[in-house]
């Protein structure tokens, strides 16, 4: 017996380092777009040990480890896994929201949650913004997908939307404030919950007052603050208390921002010492709502169905039927030849854009809204590619304070990193179907 312990000591040594050399994975000969800018590196090799990327280089710098599995990439665009820096977990495409929150409740920690997550995840998105939804479900699926114990994209919560006063039957995930030390008291919850993010909507309905100690208090514990952009005052309002991003380009069909707003954001973005301005235009659902309405069959794609039990899937399916019916969009016709001309007034102002969808509002879904932003912001609006990428990878990461760990493809961060056939940069839409989806080193796809 005991000559046979040194030789089963000695095997058990061997199995352990083959298994630690065989956690490194190669992927090779790729043309990689790393976040950062810079012109795209050909026939690219990317070392992941475990959850991290241990080196970067091209097959003539970087040598392979002998046992290190090979994952091919030739022929295929690599960069970092895709964020969206607006979407709602918590909806899913369904056209009736009243009907949808009453009924969906009881399903959202442990069904339609972790389903968009998942969905997301599969497009070739490793990390996204949720703002939106009740507080405890929103901690528990955010912190499940942290622990490894379902699958999704890496989510960034806000809890409850904060605004003056919610929308009837809508209490558990909107909060309203009256006055300012209830601000700070409903605030000073949301940042003893834990969440990363504070979700601010409806800001020119509430006092300065109000809105200043919502602002402050969020900022006084490091937590930015989201703001909604859809009425001028809202901008205005939000400009002034310092909120760290707006979203959307905003409900009428004004062909323009108004001139004293898009002075106070020059004046904002020529007063570097507080960073960029950020602001996530969310323009995809309104763009294509006609191309939808009249060509219906894209919905047909059941990418949307991971997840879902059949009887919500046959449940969405029936409340978009009528593309052309929905409440929702009837006046989007009138706002789209506006969402161009507001895109090009911030960008000559010097605003940030981030790519955000308001994903799973109607017809629009988690595994589909991202790359139909970018696709939208390259081919329609003339963005450049390379922009449109940094704005779904390096600047999200950098917003959210997490650019040390995720963003771009280096060394020492985690291996969030997607790869596609062919030329991203010159075919953006390529995107609608990634090939390969790798999140902390882990291969899903």
């Given at each position: 017996m005991t000559n046979k312990i040194p030789f089963l000591v000695l095997l058990l040594i061997s199995i352990t380092a083959f298994s630690q050399t065989k956690k490194i994975k190669a992927l090779v000969g790729g043309t990689l777009i790393d976040g950062y800018g810079a012109e795209p590196i050909d026939n690219s090799?990317?070392?992941?040990?475990?959850?991290?990327?241990?080196?970067?280089?091209?097959?003539?710098?970087?040598?392979?480890?002998?046992?290190?599995?090979?994952?091919?990439?030739?022929?295929?665009?690599?960069l970092p896994g895709l964020w969206d820096m607006h979407v709602h977990t918590m909806i899913n495409g369904h056209a009736d929201y009243a009907y949808w929150d009453k009924?969906?409740?009881?399903?959202?920690?442990?069904?339609?949650?972790?389903?968009?997550?998942?969905?997301?995840l599969m497009a070739g998105v490793t990390s996204a913004r949720d703002l939106g939804a009740p507080l405890e479900e929103s901690i528990a699926v955010r912190d499940a997908i942290n622990n490894g114990d379902i699958p999704g994209a890496t989510l960034y919560v806000s809890g409850p939307f904060i605004q003056k006063k919610p929308y009837p039957g809508t209490e558990d995930f909107r909060w309203g404030v009256n006055g300012p030390e209830d601000a700070r008291k409903k605030i000073k919850k949301l940042v003893s919950a834990g969440v990363d993010v504070v979700k601010l909507i409806d800001q020119d309905k509430m006092s300065m007052e109000e809105l200043s100690a919502i602002v402050d208090e969020a900022h006084k514990n490091e937590l930015k603050v989201v703001a909604h952009g859809h009425r001028p005052d809202e901008i205005r309002r939000g400009l002034m208390v310092g909120a760290d991003c707006f979203e959307h380009t905003g409900l009428s069909s004004a062909p323009r921002y108004p001139d004293d707003i898009m002075g106070m954001i020059r004046e904002r973005t020529a007063d570097m010492s507080s960073g960029p301005l950020y602001w996530c235009p969310t323009v995809e659902g309104l763009y294509n709502y006609e191309y939808t309405r009249d060509n219906p069959e894209v919905l047909d794609n059941d990418s949307w169905h991971r997840g879902l039990p059949d009887s919500v899937v046959t449940d969405i399916k029936n409340s978009i039927k009528h593309p052309d019916r929905l409440p929702y969009f009837q006046l989007t016709p009138v706002r789209k030849p506006t969402l161009k001309t507001k895109i090009q007034q911030l960008l000559d102002a010097g605003v940030v854009l981030m790519i955000g969808t308001d994903s799973?509002?109607?017809?629009?879904?988690?595994?589909?809204?991202?790359?139909?932003?970018?696709?939208?912001?390259?081919?329609?609006?003339?963005?450049?590619?390379?922009?449109?990428?940094?704005?779904?990878?390096?600047?999200?990461?950098?917003?959210?304070?997490?650019?040390?760990?995720?963003?771009?493809?280096?060394?020492?961060?985690?291996?969030?990193?997607?790869?596609?056939?062919?030329?991203?940069?010159?075919?953006?839409?390529?995107?609608?179907?990634?090939?390969?989806?790798?999140?902390?080193?882990?291969?899903y796809k």
């Open positions: 090799v990317i070392l992941v040990e475990g959850e991290k990327i241990k080196a970067v280089g091209t097959i003539t710098t970087l040598e392979i480890p002998d046992h290190a599995e090979i994952i091919s990439t030739e022929g295929m665009t690599v009924t969906y409740p009881p399903l959202l920690k442990d069904v339609i949650m972790p389903s968009s997550a998942e969905q997301l799973g509002i109607p017809m629009k879904f988690h595994s589909q809204s991202t790359w139909n932003e970018l696709d939208v912001w390259v081919n329609e609006f003339g963005i450049d590619p390379m922009y449109a990428i940094r704005a779904a990878t390096y600047w999200p990461s950098l917003w959210m304070g997490v650019s040390d760990e995720v963003g771009t493809v280096t060394p020492g961060k985690y291996a969030d990193i997607i790869a596609v056939k062919g030329d991203v940069l010159r075919y953006i839409s390529l995107l609608q179907d990634v090939d390969i989806v790798i999140k902390h080193g882990k291969q």
